[in-house]
C-alpha cells in the first residue's frame, strides 16, 4: 500500500498572467495603431512594425517568465509556455478588437475610407484587366468595412502572438528542475 502523502504541485492559474501581460501588448499595439489612424498614415512606417515587434516578443518573454519563476509553479513544459503565450496574445488579440473598432468607427472615421481610396488607386493603376479590377474593388469594399477590418488585425495579432510564443516556449521551457 503505498501512502506517499507528498502534495503535487498543481498548474498556476494562466489567465490572470496572460490578463496582465496580453494587456500591456494590447494597449501597445492599439496606440501604434492609434498613431497610424490619427496622422493618417496610410501605409505603416518601418519603425511602427519593429516596435509592434518588439512589443510582442517583450511581452510574451516575459509574461512566459513571470509564469516560470514563480514559487508555486511546476516545471514549465513547453506545452504549459504555450498556453501562457496563447492566453497573452488573445487577452491583446481582444482588447485591441475592442479599441480598433471603437476608433475606426467613433474617432477616425474617415482613416478606412482613405485605405479603401488608395487600395482603389492602386488597383486602378494596376496593368489589371477591368473584370479583375471591378472584382477587386468588390472585395475592397467589404474589407474596409470597420468590423471586418478590426476581425483581421485580431487575426494579425493571433498569428503574429503564436509565431512569438513557439519561440519563447523553446527558448524558456524546462523540462527538469
Given at each position: 500500500m503505498d501512502t506517499d502523502t507528498t502534495p503535487v504541485p498543481q498548474p498556476q492559474k494562466i489567465l490572470p498572467i496572460g490578463l496582465k501581460w496580453g494587456l500591456i501588448l494590447g494597449l501597445v499595439l492599439s496606440i501604434c495603431l492609434a498613431f497610424q489612424m490619427g496622422f493618417s498614415v496610410m501605409r505603416a512606417p518601418w519603425w511602427q512594425t519593429a516596435i509592434q515587434w518588439l512589443a510582442f516578443a517583450l511581452m510574451i518573454y516575459f509574461g512566459i517568465r513571470d509564469y516560470r519563476n514563480r514559487p508555486d509553479a511546476p516545471p514549465l513544459t513547453f506545452g504549459r509556455?504555450?498556453?501562457?503565450?496563447?492566453?497573452?496574445?488573445?487577452?491583446?488579440?481582444?482588447?485591441?478588437?475592442?479599441?480598433?473598432?471603437?476608433?475606426?468607427?467613433?474617432?477616425?472615421?474617415?482613416?478606412?475610407?482613405?485605405?479603401?481610396?488608395?487600395?482603389?488607386?492602386?488597383?486602378?493603376?494596376?496593368?489589371?484587366?477591368?473584370?479583375?479590377?471591378?472584382?477587386?474593388?468588390?472585395?475592397?469594399?467589404?474589407?474596409?468595412?470597420p468590423l471586418i477590418w478590426s476581425l483581421s488585425q485580431v487575426l494579425n495579432t493571433i498569428l503574429t502572438g503564436l509565431i512569438f510564443t513557439l519561440l519563447a516556449a523553446i527558448f524558456l521551457r524546462q523540462e527538469n528542475r
Amino acid at each position: 500500500m503505498d501512502t506517499d502523502t507528498t502534495p503535487v504541485p498543481q498548474p498556476q492559474k494562466i489567465l490572470p498572467i496572460g490578463l496582465k501581460w496580453g494587456l500591456i501588448l494590447g494597449l501597445v499595439l492599439s496606440i501604434c495603431l492609434a498613431f497610424q489612424m490619427g496622422f493618417s498614415v496610410m501605409r505603416a512606417p518601418w519603425w511602427q512594425t519593429a516596435i509592434q515587434w518588439l512589443a510582442f516578443a517583450l511581452m510574451i518573454y516575459f509574461g512566459i517568465r513571470d509564469y516560470r519563476n514563480r514559487p508555486d509553479a511546476p516545471p514549465l513544459t513547453f506545452g504549459r509556455a504555450v498556453k501562457v503565450g496563447f492566453a497573452i496574445t488573445c487577452w491583446a488579440a481582444l482588447l485591441s478588437l475592442l479599441l480598433l473598432y471603437i476608433a475606426s468607427n467613433y474617432v477616425f472615421p474617415d482613416f478606412l475610407s482613405g485605405m479603401k481610396d488608395l487600395a482603389k488607386l492602386t488597383v486602378e493603376n494596376s496593368p489589371a484587366p477591368v473584370r479583375t479590377a471591378e472584382r477587386i474593388a468588390t472585395v475592397i469594399d467589404t474589407m474596409f468595412n470597420p468590423l471586418i477590418w478590426s476581425l483581421s488585425q485580431v487575426l494579425n495579432t493571433i498569428l503574429t502572438g503564436l509565431i512569438f510564443t513557439l519561440l519563447a516556449a523553446i527558448f524558456l521551457r524546462q523540462e527538469n528542475r
